[in-house]
């Protein structure tokens, strides 16, 4: 890839409509369903991303036919639970998390074997957390010391076990019940505290008998699943960074329609509105089975929070912008219980930490989460380390900056939001 960098300078207020691309979560998930299902969906609202084309290509590679009748529409041609077609091909996740761990689950039932590869940055991501309860299942997959590549062996029978997570993860409670589609007897998932649940919305979407709530999910094996259309809601996390932007810069008013408000990904919302923030909730609706509504956010001033720990799993994407907010606030602001922002594209309690000192921010890392004192933001350089959500969360803190923020590596926007650059000077950004 090549380097791409930023410099975002101060300007003025922010206003306007924005409307951010679909939710990665959800349009990973409806490519995987929809190719394990028999019939023909229709995706809506898909994510042009890096991250969920790989998911789309993979699957391409294992014989399923999906096509782009349109930007942001996927056309996924099912080929059934046991349709998929082995290859020696290596199969490349790039930058997602997502889509490796949700597709280790997916092969470990398959009667081939699979290698799934990354690029650097998610080849430095613990894999253990998926492919230690997966062997209890049965499956059989093989790590570098718990890293990637994965080579996951086919050909397994596959049990449904009872586990307990031990770290909140949607993505580990995924991947078991994926495998669980393909076990035998029931496969059982119990969170410590509740993450985002759309894998189990979905698969109930899709005709897959499933019982779940807050904290827990369980299925039985060898079910079918039916063609169904999603509507993709626009993506939480990427509203997120305009969120921060209007509340921050004085003035400032956006419109942020048709938002996905799962309440496992809105703890942002919770978040700013303890810290001060003016932001309104209108035209609350149900799409695609899932809550969505229009934000409007206006400018207040923000003052610094003790971060309530039950927040955590429900922000866990946004703590990046979250650490801008709170350097922009008054006061100072504390986030425990977040230690696995340090798994994530970049270690991004460090990357955070490093990038907001060179901007004169007094911050404080702790093993789990940092301290942060509120105040002046200065202009310098930082290096987002490959790392999405660092390269737009510097973004938002040079609006308010005293001076030009060089923002380095930020060619990894487009693995979730492909044209934030170009959203966010439409709004008020000085971004180039
Ligand atoms: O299941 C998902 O779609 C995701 C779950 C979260 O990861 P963890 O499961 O590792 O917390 C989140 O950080 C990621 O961006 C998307
Ligand atoms: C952590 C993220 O994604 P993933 O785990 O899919 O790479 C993210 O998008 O912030």
Known sequence: MTRLDWTSQPGGALHGSVRVPGDKSVSHRSLMLGALADGTSRIRGFLEGEDTRATAAVLQQLGVRIDTPA?????????????????TQQLDCGNAGTGMRLLAGLLAGQAFDSMLVGDESLSKRPMRRVTDPLALMGARIDTQD??????????QVLHGISYTLPVASA???????????????????????????YTERMLAAFGW?????????????????????????????SAA???????????????LPAVGLNPRRTGLLHALRLMGADIRIENERESGGEPVGDLLVRHA????????????????????????????????????????LRVKESDRIATMARGLRALGVAIEEAPDGATIDGGAIGGG?????????????????????????????????????????????????RLA
């Not at 990637?148 to 050909?155: I, M, T």
């Not at 650490?323 to 425990?336: E, Q, S, Y």
């Open 71 to 87: 930007d942001g529409e996927r056309v996924v041609h099912g080929v059934g639970l046991h349709g998929l077609r082995g290859t």
């Open 146 to 155: 718990g890293l990637p590549p994965l080579v996951v062996r086919g050909g």
């Open 171 to 197: 993505q580990v409670k995924s991947a078991l019940l994926l495998a669980g589609l393909y076990a035998d007897g029931e496969t059982e998932v119990i969170e410590p505290h509740p993450t985002r649940d």
């Open 209 to 237: 008998p499933i019982d779940f709530a807050p904290g827990r999910a369980k299925l039985t094996g060898r079910h079918a699943l039916h063609a169904t259309d999603v509507d993709v809601p626009a993506d939480f996390s």
């Open 241 to 255: 960074f305009f969120l921060v932007a209007a509340s921050i810069v004085p003035g400032s008013e956006l419109r």
């Open 301 to 340: 001033p923000l003052h610094g929070i003790e971060l309530p720990e039950a927040l955590v799993p429900d922000m866990i994407d946004e703590f990046p912008v979250l650490f801008v907010a709170a350097a922009a606030a008054k006061g100072r602001t504390v986030v425990r219980g977040a230690a696995e």
């Open 381 to 429: 350089s930082i290096d987002s380390h490959g790392d999405h959500r660092i390269a737009m969360s510097f973004a938002v803190a040079g609006l308010v900056a005293s001076g030009m923020v060089h923002i380095g590596d930020c060619a990894n926007v487009a693995t979730s939001f492909p044209r934030f650059l170009e959203l966010a000077n439409g709004c008020g950004f």
